[in-house]
Nanobody, 123 residues
Framework: QVQLVESGGGLVQAGGSLRLSCAAS????????VGWFRQAPGKEREFVAV????????YYADSVKGRFTVSRDNAKNTVYLQMNSLKPEDTAVYYC????????????????WGQGTQVTVSS
C-alpha cells in the first residue's frame, strides 16, 4: 500500500516556475514508477510525465517537454516536478500516481493516486 500527498501548487504568473512534490509512504517506494497527470476544468485528465523506479528514465508529454523536469529522491520517498516557463494552459489540478514496476502514460495503469494540488498560471 502506498499513500501519496502532493504539495507545492499555487498561483504564478506566466513565465514563472513552481516545484511540485509528491511524498509517499511505504518502505518499497523505490520499486514504484511515478507519473504526473493533470486535469483542467472541463477537460479530461492528461499525462504530464513519468519517472522510472531508479529515476534514470523519464518521459514527458510533448506539451511540457523542455519546460518540466521530473526527478525523485528515493531516500526521502519523494518525487518532484519542476515546472518552468509556465503558461496559462498549464493551469490544472496536478496529481501524482504510482504503480509497481514500469510506468506509462495511461492513468488507468496506476494503482495509487494523491489528492491533487492546484496550479494556476495567470496571463
Amino acid at each position: 500500500q502506498v499513500q501519496l500527498v502532493e504539495s507545492g501548487g499555487g498561483l504564478v504568473q506566466a513565465g514563472g516556475s513552481l516545484r511540485l512534490s509528491c511524498a509517499a509512504s511505504g518502505r518499497t517506494f523505490s520499486t514504484y514508477a511515478v507519473g504526473w497527470f493533470r486535469q483542467a476544468p472541463g477537460k479530461e485528465r492528461e499525462f504530464v510525465a513519468v519517472i522510472s523506479q531508479s529515476g534514470i528514465s523519464q518521459y514527458y508529454a510533448d506539451s511540457v517537454k523542455g519546460r518540466f523536469t521530473v526527478s525523485r529522491d528515493n531516500a526521502k520517498n519523494t518525487v518532484y516536478l519542476q515546472m518552468n516557463s509556465l503558461k496559462p494552459e498549464d493551469t490544472a489540478v496536478y496529481y501524482c500516481a504510482a504503480r509497481p514496476g514500469v510506468g506509462g502514460s495511461f492513468g488507468s495503469a496506476y494503482d495509487y493516486w494523491g489528492q491533487g494540488t492546484q496550479v494556476t498560471v495567470s496571463s
